[in-house]
C-alpha cells in the first residue's frame, strides 16, 4: 500500500492531536501546542503521511540558525514496517539542510530500539542521555547527526538514505520506523 507525504494544513491539527492523544498517552503534547508549532513557520514545519487519504502519521522539526531538533516523528500501529518513518525523516532532514542547519538533534526513548535503529542508519550518533526525562521515568537519549555540506545525508533528498541508496528496501523494513512511543508499544517517538 502507498502512502504519500505532505504538508501539515490548518484544518489537520484536530486530527493529529487525537493521533497524539493515542500514541502517546502518557506525555502527548496538547492540541494548543500543535496549533502554536503550525504558526511558527518561520522556524517549523510539520508534515502528514497519507494512504487512502487519510493521516497515518506526522512529524515536525524545528530549525533555528545552524542547528535543526527533530521535534516528534509518530505512525499509527498497523503502518509501521513501511517506510512511512524513514521517509518522513528523510523530508524532515532535507527541511533543514534547506533552511540552513549544519547538525540535527533529537531525543529518542531508551527502550525504543526500532528508533533507535533507524536514526543509526541514517547517521544519527548518541551524545548524551537524560536521565528520566519522559514523565513515566524513562531515560532519553540524545541523538545528533551532522549534515554534509550541501544538504541532507546521502545525495540530499528524501528518497536518499545515508549511503545514497533507497531506504524504502524491503530488507529490515520491519525494523525501519520509530516504534514503541511509549510504554504501550504503539509507535512514535517524542522530544
Do not use: C
Not at 59 to 66: K, R, S
Not at 88 to 116: F, I, S, Y
Not at 173 to 187: F, K, P, R, Y
Request: no cysteine; hydrophobic share 35%; proline share 6%.
Amino acid at each position: 500500500m502507498s502512502f504519500s507525504l505532505r504538508d501539515l494544513d490548518y484544518e489537520d491539527i484536530k486530527t493529529v492531536g487525537s493521533l497524539e492523544q493515542e500514541l502517546f498517552p502518557i506525555d502527548a503534547w496538547p492540541l494548543q501546542m500543535f496549533y502554536e508549532e503550525f504558526f511558527r513557520p518561520d522556524t517549523r514545519r510539520y508534515i502528514v503521511a497519507e494512504v487512502d487519504g487519510a493521516i497515518v502519521g506526522y512529524a515536525g522539526v524545528m530549525t533555528i540558525d545552524t542547528t535543526a531538533d527533530i521535534q516528534t516523528i509518530a505512525v499509527l500501529p498497523g503502518h509501521e514496517g513501511r517506510g512511512i518513518g524513514t521517509a518522513m525523516l528523510h523530508e524532515l532532514l532535507a527541511e533543514a539542510a534547506r533552511r540552513g542547519a549544519r547538525e540535527v538533534l533529537l531525543e529518542v526513548r531508551a527502550d525504543n530500539p526500532r528508533a533507535q535503529l533507524l536514526y543509526t542508519r541514517t547517521g544519527f550518533t548518541k551524545i548524551s542521555t537524560r536521565r528520566r526525562y519522559y514523565r513515566d521515568g524513562v531515560d532519553a537519549w540524545v541523538m545528533r547527526l551532522e549534515l554534509p555540506p550541501g544538504g541532507a545525508p546521502g545525495d540530499g533528498g528524501p528518497e536518499s538514505g545515508p549511503n545514497g541508496g533507497d531506504t524504502n528496501d524491503t530488507a529490515g523494513d520491519n525494523d525501519d520506523e520509530s516504534t514503541a512511543g511509549n510504554s504501550s508499544g504503539t509507535e512514535g517517538d517524542r522530544p
